[in-house]
């Protein structure tokens, strides 16, 4: 298996457009993360799903942002509009069972997202 | 106050020194992971334990559950070695918080 992989691995974006960045979980996984990583923050939860449904979205920072996960092999995370401050990068990550990373957890490479 | 400390914030050391870094959590458990995280970005689930200790190559995690202490030991460290290493904790209530995470960089 190729691993969990997302794109694009850049993005640069205008402040008020609209950005999408997408992950295909390992083949298998039911469960997928999505984390943001600033300096000022660290690592954070965003939202994670299990069997394609959305379980806790808690560390969605606001409206702005929405994710989905149409089948078990794809997921997007939309920023819509996107703001200078929500430049970070995104990763990505799946287990094979479980909530959380009660099981050993499989990162994409991560988008680095730049809002200008 | 963070729930998940780690120290130091950076470390660095001489290739072939034994390397411990360490994370502190302030509330139960289920679970602790350590990360490492490359230069270029790419993170990697090094161990999960909720007791006792794992050990992996030259890395070994240990956990203390009734101090609420783990740590991650390098022996022999090398220079690829050097690497954001960040702990995690998948807290009782299900959610999962991260460590600041510790800069390590192993000088030859």
């Known amino acids: 298996d190729a691993g969990v992989i997302q794109s694009p691995r850049h993005e640069v974006t205008e402040m008020g457009q609209e950005v999408t960045l997408r992950c295909k979980p390992i083949?298998?996984?039911?469960?997928l993360f999505w984390y943001r990583q600033t300096m000022m923050r660290g690592l954070e939860l965003l939202i994670y799903?299990?069997?394609?449904?959305?379980?806790?979205d808690s560390g969605m920072p606001e409206d702005r942002f929405s994710a989905k996960m149409p089948n078990a092999s794809f997921s997007t995370l939309k920023i819509q509009p996107s703001e200078p401050r929500d430049s970070a990068v995104y990763f990505c990550?799946?287990?094979?069972?479980?909530?959380?990373?009660?099981?050993?957890?499989?990162f994409g490479q991560g988008t680095r997202l730049t809002v200008v | 106050k963070n729930e998940v400390e780690q120290s130091p914030q950076n470390l660095t050391a001489q290739e072939g020194e034994f390397i411990t870094i360490n994370c502190s959590y302030s509330v139960g458990i289920s679970a602790l992971h350590w990360l490492q995280q490359h230069p270029g970005g790419g993170i990697v689930s090094l161990f999960m334990?909720?007791?006792g200790k794992k050990k992996h190559g030259r890395l070994i995690a240990t956990i203390n559950i009734q101090e609420k202490h783990s740590s991650l030991h390098i022996t022999a460290s090398h220079p690829r070695d050097s690497a954001v290493y960040i702990c995690?904790?998948?807290?009782?209530?299900?959610?999962?918080?991260f460590g600041k995470g510790t800069k390590l960089s192993v000088k030859p």
């Open positions: 799903f299990n069997n394609n449904v959305p379980i806790d």
């Open positions: 995690a904790a998948t807290l009782d209530q299900g959610n999962l918080i």
């Open positions: 083949s298998g996984h039911n469960s």
């Open positions: 334990l909720s007791s």
């Open positions: 990550a799946s287990t094979p069972i479980g909530k959380n990373l009660n099981t050993e957890a499989f």
